[in-house]
């Protein structure tokens, strides 16, 4: 199994709305990742965690909240969002290894619109 | 600090021709270096990657890039390009052994003309 599966695949959602993202990997990953991509430019990072740690936060406002309940699951918790973070969200994963750097695997991306 | 930069942001070539997408790098540190592709409102899809074994790699759909060190350049390459590679294409720059995180290019627009 080599898939990192997101849900929903798409969400709406309102300003005053809670909402979570959701990514699962079964690959023994112990690297993940939050993206978020706006149209036609790359992927920004925004959250790393590393065994189940966050070890990464860009800056990204505290209306996103991200959550590692354990080495399979990655969740992003969305409260109080404005329209300018409608995008496409991505999960990732990878190995962490201190000899080798390996690929990281994307799923398919939540596209978010807020209203 | 490691960057990436695709010199295309836009690429056209007719089907059955060859192509090229450019891309350099910088690193303090060996990196590892990734081209991913993807599709309209897709997630991303690893197409080949260098972790400093053969410089010359190849991936799928007839994908291939090759690094070069002197030049810090990994370019991807095809020989015949075909419609469905009309894609956004990224090029990654990854030392997870130091700061774990992964680098994208700004990336490039692949065109195919019929």
């Known amino acids: 199994d080599t898939e990192v599966t997101q849900t929903p695949k798409h969400l709406v959602m309102g300003m005053t709305n809670k909402k979570s993202l959701k990514c699962e990997q079964h690959m023994g990953h112990r690297a993940m990742y939050w993206y978020k991509q706006k149209a036609k430019k790359p992927p920004e990072l925004m959250f790393v965690y590393s065994y189940e740690k966050l070890s990464i936060n860009e800056s990204v406002p505290s209306r996103f909240s991200p959550e590692c309940p354990n080495s399979s699951l990655l969740n992003l918790h969305l409260h109080a969002l404005q329209p300018e973070d409608s995008a496409l969200y991505l999960c990732a994963s990878s190995q962490v290894s201190r000899q080798v750097n390996t690929e990281a695997f994307f799923g398919q991306g939540t596209r978010l619109t807020v209203v | 600090a490691q960057s990436v930069t695709q010199l295309d942001s836009h690429v056209s070539v007719s089907e059955g021709t060859p192509v090229l997408l450019r891309c350099n790098y910088s690193?303090?540190?060996?990196?590892?270096l990734f081209w991913y592709v993807q599709h309209p409102n897709k997630g991303l899809q690893l197409l080949l990657k260098?972790?400093?074994?053969?410089?010359l790699v190849k991936g799928i759909n007839g994908f291939e890039a090759e690094f070069k060190k002197s030049e810090t350049s990994f370019h991807l390459t095809k020989p015949s390009a075909h419609m469905s590679d009309a894609a956004e294409y990224f090029c990654?720059?990854?030392?997870?052994?130091?700061?774990?995180?992964?680098?994208f290019g700004k990336g490039t627009r692949l065109h195919i003309l019929p």
């Open positions: 990654v720059v990854s030392v997870m052994n130091r700061d774990d995180k992964i680098i």
């Open positions: 690193s303090s540190y060996s990196p590892s």
């Open positions: 260098y972790t400093s074994a053969a410089t």
